[in-house]
């Protein structure tokens, strides 16, 4: 099955083989990714870098199973996407993948504690597992004391923290992170940074980010680097902190 052959730290999560996207607007086209090839294994703490537009979003959006390239290939844990069902797709991005945006997307009128708790009901596990798993995962990003209030009650940076809760409380294989750190004060962006490092050492789950920050980049074990959607490694200096 998928998700089972997990033995050592070199296998392959997802890769990207030679993708495109296009996006189509009336009778203009515009190709946002040219043949992108990237791989992100296991345990891994990588980032996608590059200024605004250079589809950052659209590759981890493709990574994450949430749009199909227009050419090109994802592979998950080494079987090519085209060869799964959407059924077995969701299935893969429900279980396997945690997401955390820029801008935190929590629902506004759950608590803490209900928010973590959305993707396990998803997953159609009971009540009372819901509730341990999702204080648990509150208890490891620091917000035992907070499981009652509600995203207008919280900072910012608590706000990020939940999210970063509901992402890891299915215990998934990999995190995509996109511009976790813009929306946050720079004293901020570093505890967030840091409890995400932690995450990947403690609970060996992989994390993808995309930013242009280069505090955010300096975290990174590896970067790939974009202009207008096409690795590009000649800027890497411009984003040396
Ligand atoms: N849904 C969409 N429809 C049309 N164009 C899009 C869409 N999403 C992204 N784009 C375009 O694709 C390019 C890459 O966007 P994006 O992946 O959001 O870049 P980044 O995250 O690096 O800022 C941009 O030119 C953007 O306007
Ligand atoms: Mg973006």
Redesign the pocket.
Known sequence: MLCDAIGNNNFSLVQAIDVCRS?F?GEHS?Q?LTNVSLEIKKHDFSAIA??????????LNILGCLERPTSGDVMIEGVSTKELSIRQLSDFRAKKLGFVFQTFNLVPTLSSLENVEYPLLLLNINAKERKQRSEEALKKVGLEKFLKNHPSQLSGGQRQRVAIARAIVKKPLLVLA?EPTANLDKKTANEILDLMQQLNLAEKIAFLF?SHDPLVLARANSVAY?TD?QRDESHREQYVA
């Open positions: 996006f607007l515009h946002a590059g200024p605004s537009g250079s589809g950052k979003s659209t590759l996109d995309s974009l959607g």
